[in-house]
């Protein structure tokens, strides 16, 4: 069924069939009533493509993503979903499956060049206008979309030399929940880091390392554990680390654990109820990411919240400006996450006496 055919049933023109289609023109209630009719009997479709080759744009966004099955990635979609209405585009989704290839060997990903390339391919013959790149760690990504005649966003990833991008600020967070710590009056502050090759870990560590400076608080290389971002992992670390060994006292163990992540928070809970040590009457925590895995724990979780749904919002708004040409420099926004208040921090200050409720 063609427009032609929808306006001859109708007796109108197909200039006539096309404003009310696209609602671009007045049209009479009895006649729009009467194509819409038709059109409805007819099963007819627009023909999305030929559109956008007669107005030179689609108004079609390609979102192209490392892994769908990552937790972050479900809330950035939504995010530039959420605008992409507002701003009546549609979008399509191409999903790179890159954890099940090249799983945390992050600096591998040449090795999925191929599909990479593949999947650009596909969204430059739907004539997408612009594509947003979504990473599954926040990382530099050089060189993985090579010479875009399309404007290019990188989220949850960067890179230096292609593209604009949007991620959080890990360094400035980490710093912040560290301070909270100190604040609290802990000087015996330990921390659970991620992947030691991952560039996240490096920041947040820094962050860490630089809020201890700042006080004046040394720590011995004891308090200094890997995780590896995972929940045994950080298990393994914490019971190594809060266990009384010979010779050692309770005095030589952390007061306070600023863990890199939610999961391995977990892991360091599981670990202290394992040594039988109180959270927070005797160890504190903290976590980053606010994720899910760690909203049902008890007592509730001391975190941040990375600003996940801000971040989709944005990177489409960048986008749709680099296809407008309002903006067409490179241009790289970094945003703050949110403190999150739970009650897994001691205060020494104040020396409070709690009850476990666990027992």
């Given amino acids: 069924m063609t427009l032609k055919e929808i306006a001859d049933l109708a007796g109108v023109s197909t200039a006539t069939v096309s404003y009310v289609i696209n609602h671009s ?20 479709h627009s023909n999305m493509l030929a559109k956008s080759l007669r107005r030179n744009e689609s108004r079609l966004i390609g979102i192209l993503v490392e892994d ?10 939504d995010g530039i979903n959420e605008i992409a209405e507002k701003k009546k585009y549609n979008t399509i989704l191409c999903n790179l499956r ?21 999947e650009i391919n596909v969204l430059l013959s739907m004539q997408v206008d612009g594509i947003i790149y979504i990473g599954m760690h926040d990382r530099r990504i050089n060189h993985i979309v090579k010479n875009s005649p399309i404007p290019v966003v990188y989220c949850y990833c960067y890179s230096d030399n292609e593209g604009s991008s949007v991620r959080y600020n890990n360094e400035q ?11 609290k009056g ?14 996240p870990a490096s920041l947040r560590f820094k962050g ?13 290389d004891a308090y200094v554990a890997t995780g590896n971002w995972k929940f045994d992992d950080a298990r393994a670390a914490a019971l190594k680390m ?27 809970y599981y670990a202290a109820e394992e040594l039988g040590l109180r959270i927070p009457d005797d160890l504190s925590v903290t976590g ?9 724990i008890y007592p509730s979780l001391t975190t941040a919240e990375r600003p996940l749904q801000l971040m989709g919002y944005r990177a489409l708004e960048m986008l749709i400006e680099n296809i407008s040409g309002e903006n067409i420099c490179q241009n790289n926004a970094i945003y703050p996450c949110t403190i999150i208040n739970g009650e897994s921090i001691r205060d020494l200050n104040n020396n409070p006496v709690k009850t476990n409720m666990g027992t």
Avoid at 173 to 183: D, P, R, S
Avoid at 186 to 199: C, D, P, Q, W, Y
Avoid at 208 to 220: K, Q, T, V, Y
Avoid at 247 to 265: F, G, K, L, S
Wanted: glycine share 4%.
């Fill in 98 to 118: 890159l954890l099940s290839k090249i799983g945390s060997r992050f600096d591998d990903i040449s090795e999925c060049q191929a599909d990479i390339d593949n």
């Fill in 68 to 77: 769908v099955t990552v937790a972050h990635t479900a809330y950035i979609i």
């Fill in 25 to 44: 023109a007045p049209v009479s209630d009895k006649t729009r009533s009467k194509v819409e009719k038709i059109i409805k009997e007819t099963g007819y």
């Fill in 173 to 183: 967070t980490a710093y912040q929940l560290t301070q909270m710590v100190i604040n």
């Fill in 208 to 220: 860490f390392m630089r809020a201890l400076e700042e006080s004046g608080i040394s720590i011995p």
């Fill in 242 to 268: 809060l266990k009384i060994e010979k010779n050692n006292t309770a005095d030589d163990r952390p007061t306070a654990i600023v863990a890199m992540n939610d999961e391995m928070a977990v892991g360091v």
């Fill in 288 to 296: 980053f990411d606010h994720a899910d895995v760690a909203r049902y």
């Fill in 186 to 199: 802990h000087r015996k502050i330990a921390v659970m880091n991620g992947l030691k090759t991952s560039e």
